[in-house]
């Protein structure tokens, strides 16, 4: 694999099916969702090419950090598209919002008990996010009416993808990315590994692991093209697997 070019390819794909879903009426949660996901790996592969151009061994650090980014995406997309059934989508999609907006609330709520966000700050945020028009609001009363349960953490993803019988090959690839996700961990957060891994670090694995993030990309990125319907996005997201893969098409059903 030549990374620059599969990145090209990545990028040319997801900004095609872009452009043809921008034209078109945006459906939340799941359109919203599988095009903020292109918008995010076309955004993240940008600065990857830049880092890549000028010396991967030189910017080893920042380029760990992308790569990281990019399973950040992967492993919920794909226990989504995996694990849910058609008509589950639509609910884990709302549990993801939902956790995220949980985590903002409860970040201004820790600074308004220590006293960095006012109360007349913390009850204007309060009031925006329960109008009637407010995402917020849209996503908290539709958990709330289908009980929807907690979105799992990136942890209880690979268990349930470690203990899926038998493995299909997307189960093997979340596994693949969480233990990918789990090693750039140590390059966004000081710790003895954070320490350990980058004083012995070799050219040869950065490179693998690189290709391996690129890989697992190209799936993410097909996963959205299905998603959105885009029929020539796939057939050009199909012929890029079986570059990276350097398999038949046959055998891309495994992957």
Known sequence: MVPEKTIAEIQRIAQLVLKAD???KVDFPVTFTFMLTLERLDRVLDSLSVLIHQGMWKHEHSIG??????????????????????????????SLYKSDIKKVESHIERFRKGGLVTEEEADRYRVNISQEDAMHKLVKDYCAEHEVKSFPS???????????????GLAKKIQQAYDLWFYFSKYEHIGWYSFD?????????????????????????????EMLKHAD?????QALLKQVYEKEPEDLTAI
């Open 22 to 24: 921008l034209e078109k």
């Open 65 to 94: 950090l992308l790569l990281r980014s990019i399973l950040s995406d992967f492993i919920p997309i794909a226990y989504m598209v995996k694990f849910s059934r058609l008509e589950e989508l639509e609910g884990n999609l709302y």
């Open 154 to 168: 990136n942890g209880t993803i690979a268990d349930t993808a470690l203990s899926a019988q038998p493995a299909s």
């Open 197 to 225: 891994l980058t004083r012995r670090p070799d050219k040869r694995i950065l490179e693998s692991r690189l290709c391996d993030v690129l890989r697992i990309g190209v799936i993410l990125l097909g996963m959205c093209v």
């Open 233 to 237: 996005g796939l057939k050009d997201v």
